[in-house]
Structure formats: structure tokens, C-alpha cells
């Protein structure tokens, strides 16, 4: 028997995950879970480095850090790296103490079935793709003046790989079987918080998507992040979990950095859950 601290989006933050993971050893967690939007940039320096700082104190600490990919995590650059290096439960392994969940990724931790989805739209594609055209516009012209660095412009800033299409959805449901947990970055259509800023048209594809795996594989308990906004919600007999995200990007009135993360019990029952004030 043991416990998770489920977290929400780190973006990178190295200090909020630094304070997480002494938040998993002061409540005697030695699994971390992230539901998206880790971090991912290991095609940048600082990413790397981000990385290797994270991967070196949890191995301190001896918390396993995992995370499956959210719109704002290069998931590609993931499966190029690491797509043969798993464990024996189907995770990729980015460094000694840090694991990936690859979209439809199945596994059962103490007699709890988890299954993982992660990708969302970008409410901020526009300025990502802007950003990354303005900085290949600065690479030209600094080569017209002698330069003769090419740096990668295109995929740095936005991914084309952020959502999950139907097809995917499509292959990734072709076991139905049920879950006890459901860990998305994205929330599904039906989950319905106070506080909303991904209720874009554009957002609404990707919503449907775990919608239909919420319904597919009918979780007692589904966590998610994205919305960067901590609430409560019931689907059927579903309960939903939205956490928030690190301070930087955490701004609705009252935000508290303990609402990104909540301590998870296994095996998970909804009904000690609900004594423990934890789901």
C-alpha cells in the first residue's frame, strides 16, 4: 500500500518541482505523477538541464518522477529519444528517476488499473507560431550579414503532435477494458468548472476525445490538468480532478500552491478517498 502526489502542469518551473518533490517525501510518497505539460524541451539546453536537475534530486530524495505529455511537451522528441528504452511496465525512461506515459499507456500500481492520455490544443498556437516565424526571420537576416548558423526555428515553440487525433483515439480504445483511474491532461467535454479559459472552439475536438475514452473506460476517479484551475466535479459516477499548475501560471483569485497537487492512496476506493479529503 502506498501513495502518488499527483501533480499539475510544471511547465519547466524547476524550483516548483523541486518543492514538489520535498512535498512527496514530507507525505511519504515515492511515486510523482504530472498530467501534462512537464516540461519536455529536451531540444533546448535549458530543457536538458531541467531535466538532469529534477532527475538528480529525486534520485536524492528517492521519489520516481513520471508524466505523460501535454500540448506544451515535445512528445515527439520523447519517442525518438527514449521509444526503446522501457521499463517493465511500459513507461519510457528519460533518466534514471524520471518516466514518460506515452498515450495510452496501461498499467496497475498496488491493485489500482491506471490508464494515461495526454495532448490538448494550444489556446496560445497563434503566438507560438508567430514567435518561432519572427525567429527565423532574425536567423536570415543575421546570415545575410556573415553568420552561418542555421539554428531549428520550426517546432520549437508550438507542436504539431499536441492533440490526439481520432485515429489515435480510435487505436488507443481498442481496449475497452475499465480503469479504476484515468490520468488526461486535457478535461472532458462534460467537466464543467467555474473557471474555464480553454473553452475555445478550437479546444472542444480534443475535450470530445477524452470524453469518449472517460466513457469508454469508465474511471471511479479521472485527474487531469491544463486549465491551470483547481476544482470538483462528478460525471455519472466518475469524479473529476482538475489541479492547478505552478505559480507562474496559476492566476484565478485565491490560488494556493498546494492547489496543484493533491496525495493519492492506493489502492484507490473512492470511499476512503472521500474520509481522507484527498480526491
Known amino acids: 500500500m502506498g ?9 519547466g518551473n524547476t524550483s516548483h518541482a523541486l518543492d514538489l518533490l520535498q512535498v512527496a517525501v514530507r507525505e511519504e510518497c515515492e511515486r510523482m505523477f504530472v498530467l501534462g505539460d512537464f516540461g519536455a524541451w529536451e531540444h533546448t539546453a535549458a530543457g536538458r538541464r531541467y531535466f538532469d536537475v529534477v532527475d538528480r534530486v529525486a534520485r536524492k530524495k528517492k521519489v520516481r518522477v513520471y508524466f505523460l505529455d501535454g500540448n506544451h511537451d515535445k512528445s515527439s522528441l520523447l519517442h525518438e529519444r527514449y ?19 506515452p498515450r495510452g499507456q496501461r498499467w496497475t500500481w498496488d491493485g489500482t488499473r491506471f490508464a ?10 497563434g503566438w507560438r507560431l508567430a514567435a518561432e516565424a519572427q525567429r527565423a526571420r532574425k536567423a536570415e537576416r543575421r546570415r545575410q550579414f556573415g553568420s552561418a548558423r542555421h539554428p531549428a526555428t520550426e517546432g520549437t515553440l508550438w507542436f504539431p503532435e499536441e492533440q490526439m487525433t481520432d485515429d489515435e483515439c480510435d487505436a488507443l480504445l481498442a481496449d475497452t477494458d475499465p480503469v479504476d483511474v484515468l490520468l488526461t ?39 487531469h490538468g491544463h486549465l491551470h484551475y483547481r476544482y470538483t466535479d462528478h460525471l455519472g459516477d466518475t469524479r473529476v480532478e482538475g489541479l492547478g499548475a505552478d505559480p507562474d501560471a496559476s492566476h484565478p483569485i485565491g490560488y494556493e500552491a498546494s492547489d496543484s497537487w493533491l496525495v493519492l492512496p492506493l489502492p484507490y476506493a473512492p470511499e476512503v478517498a472521500a474520509e481522507r479529503e484527498i480526491a
Not at 501513495?3 to 511547465?11: A, E, F, N, R
Not at 475555445?200 to 472517460?214: A, F, G, K, S, Y
Open 3 to 11: 501513495s502518488v502526489l499527483m501533480t499539475g502542469d510544471l511547465h
Open 83 to 101: 521509444g526503446s528504452e522501457l521499463d517493465d511496465e511500459g513507461f519510457l525512461v528519460c533518466r534514471k528517476n524520471i518516466r514518460y506515459a
Open 116 to 125: 494515461a492520455f495526454g495532448g490538448a490544443y494550444s489556446v496560445d498556437k
Open 185 to 223: 491532461h486535457d478535461k472532458p467535454r462534460a467537466a464543467d468548472p467555474d473557471w474555464n479559459r480553454k473553452n475555445l472552439p478550437e479546444c472542444l475536438p480534443n475535450q470530445d476525445r477524452i470524453q469518449r475514452v472517460t466513457d469508454t473506460l469508465r474511471p471511479r476517479l479521472l485527474l
